[in-house]
């Protein structure tokens, strides 16, 4: 807390640092698995994270390229958390296949 009962800010909660770890260059993917760690790191225990992901942790290895890394992180969020598994398709990907399925029925 800060002088005045104000919580502190957590330095991670507008990070981009987590996002779209899986886009960049096998040297950028790397120094944000790291990142992600020490998030992970630094929060466990004090506070929840959340994260979605359309691969099981199995596929992680292509956004995470080193495995030993990779599977610290894996380990980091499954002990002691929940995971919750939806399904293999990406629910935005089948709204957007009945918006474009139900535009062919209605123009013929």
């Given amino acids: 807390m800060r002088p005045g009962g104000a919580p502190a800010r957590d330095r991670w909660a507008t990070s981009?640092?987590?996002?779209?770890?899986?886009?960049?260059p096998a040297e950028l993917a790397r120094r944000g698995a790291e990142l992600l760690f020490q998030m992970l790191t630094e929060r466990e225990e004090r506070t929840g994270v959340a994260i979605a992901s359309n691969e099981s942790f199995s596929g992680w290895t292509k956004a995470f390229t080193d495995p030993r890394l990779c599977s610290a992180i894996a380990d980091r969020l499954a002990f002691g958390g929940n995971v919750v598994e939806t399904g293999t398709e990406s629910y935005r990907l089948a709204q957007a296949r009945a918006r474009v399925t139900a535009q062919h029925l209605a123009t013929g």
């Fill in 16 to 24: 981009g640092a987590t996002q779209s770890l899986g886009r960049r």
